[in-house]
């Protein structure tokens, strides 16, 4: 095994990697502003847009997020042999991240919903660092989407373009009188 199927593998079976991951980019994007004052673009712009632009991020990642659901319909639609080996070694897996996702659209929502009701001209409660969280999640959960679902679909390809199985020989009692030479 690789280091990339390994780290792979990790990340695949224990969602709450993407937690660590997403507070680490805003940890250090929080760094980056504190420490040089530099990169807190959302600053830049009005409250009102701000305001905005949380709104829409939310409405955009309740419709992304909703695409999830195209792989779980792949999964339970799916009768090949592939799947069915998935389905038997890595039901909990699958539904572990099949929820993660769902729950993390749910959440992200919520964080934008929290920062849109949280600006104010001063933001003096840093809502804009609630959205950044919001959207680091995202990023990270939606990378998660994009992989579980170019494998599922990637084994529904494979299974669907195997040639169909050839049928067993039927026997038949009357074959050799037919074919019987003089």
Known sequence: MSVRESVVDRWSEAVWWD?????????????????????????????????????????????????????????????????????????????????????????ICMGCLAAQGLDDKADSHSARFVFEASMAFAFVRFLRMLWLLDRMMGLNDLDQSDPPPRPAPRYDPGWRQRNRTP
């Open 19 to 107: 937690y660590v991951i997403a507070f680490l980019l805003l940890s250090a994007h929080v760094a980056v502003v504190r420490i040089w004052g530099r990169g807190d673009w959302l600053s830049w712009i009005e409250s009102e847009q701000r305001v905005s632009l949380y709104g829409t991020a939310a409405g955009v990642v309740s419709a992304i997020g909703g695409l999830s659901s195209i792989a779980i319909s792949i999964y339970l639609s799916s009768n090949g042999e592939r799947i069915q080996a998935v389905r038997r070694h890595y039901q909990s897996e699958l539904r572990r991240n099949w929820k993660a996702l769902l729950v993390a659209t749910a959440l």
